[in-house]
């Protein structure tokens, strides 16, 4: 499955015996223009068992064309996927695979750049992605999205790479934008969901309340998921949020 630029998506996934479900939103906001966000969820079953990945890219609102750079990430990771997800099912290692991120994302970068300097452009995208198999997550991150997860307790895995002073915040790197990259790689056992949010769904809503809003959705079916992230999304722009809202829920299941 892919997706890019819709409002709402959800939709189930059998995960072996269990339910894996699947629920993505994105809005361009209060403010008229492009939606710079773009997203992804693949998945692929083989000997009964199935891998996902899920992955959004917030191009850069300040930037020129930021919905270009971020959709030249997300195609790379869909040809990865369909390339190399069977090789990985086959042969899960988590070392390897960040490898191939390490030089999708270089190539990546590479493109991007290369193009705005050629039409003098700044362009450039946040990355962060998960992938999820036999019980293991990997994650890579570049940028201010966030990833969460819900276990025993919630807590945000990623880190936002940004240098914050008063009221401004300045991204600290991000994919076309910059010769060098430094993602952040987190991995382990899945919990029992992940939640992956733009910016956007996290400016005027605390932490807290994304954790309150997440926990009923682990409790819940497909349709409360994708109710929840409409929910989360109006209660952000209520507040006054301006930016592109985008968001994927993933409950593993129980």
Same mark, same amino acid.
């Given at each position: 499955?892919?997706?890019?630029?819709?409002?709402?998506?959800?939709?189930?996934?059998?995960?072996? !015996?269990?339910?894996?479900?699947?629920?993505?939103?994105?809005?361009? /906001? !209060?403010?008229?223009?492009?939606?710079?966000?773009?997203?992804?969820?693949?998945?692929?079953?083989?000997?009964?068992?199935?891998?996902?990945?899920?992955?959004?890219?917030?191009?850069?609102?300040?930037? =020129?064309?930021?919905?270009?750079?971020?959709?030249?990430?997300?195609?790379?990771?869909?040809?990865?996927?369909?390339?190399?997800? /069977?090789?990985?099912?086959?042969? %899960?290692? $988590?070392?390897?695979?960040?490898?191939? %991120?390490?030089?999708?994302?270089?190539? @990546?970068?590479?493109?991007?750049?290369?193009?705005?300097?050629?039409?003098?452009?700044?362009?450039?995208?946040?990355?962060?992605?998960?992938?999820?198999?036999?019980?293991?997550?990997?994650?890579?991150?570049?940028?201010?999205?966030?990833?969460? $997860?819900?276990?025993?307790?919630?807590?945000?895995?990623?880190?936002?790479q940004v240098l914050s002073k008063e009221r401004c915040s300045v991204l600290l790197q991000c994919v076309g934008a910059g010769r060098l990259?430094?993602?952040?790689?987190?991995?382990?056992?899945?919990? !029992? =969901?992940?939640?992956? @949010?733009?910016? /956007?769904?996290?400016h005027l809503v605390s932490g807290e309340e994304i954790c309150r809003s997440l926990a009923?959705?682990?409790?819940?079916?497909?349709?409360?998921?994708?109710?929840?992230? $409409?929910?989360?999304?109006?209660?952000?722009?209520? !507040? /006054? $949020?301006?930016?592109?809202?985008?968001?994927?829920?993933?409950?593993?299941?129980?």
């Amino acid at each position: 499955v892919f997706v890019a630029n819709q409002n709402i998506l959800w939709y189930i996934i059998l995960h072996g !015996r269990r339910n894996m479900t699947t629920a993505a939103y994105s809005n361009v /906001g !209060r403010r008229p223009g492009i939606n710079q966000d773009n997203y992804c969820i693949l998945e692929k079953t083989k000997n009964n068992r199935k891998m996902v990945l899920a992955v959004l890219c917030d191009g850069l609102g300040g930037l =020129a064309r930021g919905e270009l750079a971020s959709k030249t990430v997300i195609l790379s990771f869909q040809k990865w996927f369909h390339e190399q997800a /069977g090789l990985f099912m086959e042969d %899960w290692n $988590e070392q390897n695979i960040q490898n191939s %991120w390490d030089e999708l994302l270089e190539q @990546c970068n590479r493109k991007i750049y290369q193009f705005g300097f050629a039409n003098n452009l700044s362009i450039g995208t946040t990355v962060s992605a998960v992938i999820l198999f036999a019980g293991r997550f990997l994650i890579m991150h570049i940028g201010d999205c966030r990833i969460y $997860e819900l276990g025993d307790s919630c807590k945000q895995l990623t880190r936002d790479q940004v240098l914050s002073k008063e009221r401004c915040s300045v991204l600290l790197q991000c994919v076309g934008a910059g010769r060098l990259l430094k993602p952040q790689v987190v991995c382990g056992n899945c919990g !029992r =969901a992940y939640f992956i @949010c733009s910016d /956007g769904f996290y400016h005027l809503v605390s932490g807290e309340e994304i954790c309150r809003s997440l926990a009923n959705g682990t409790l819940s079916g497909s349709r409360h998921c994708q109710r929840m992230l $409409e929910q989360m999304g109006w209660n952000a722009m209520q !507040r /006054g $949020e301006n930016d592109n809202l985008s968001a994927i829920y993933i409950r593993v299941g129980r």
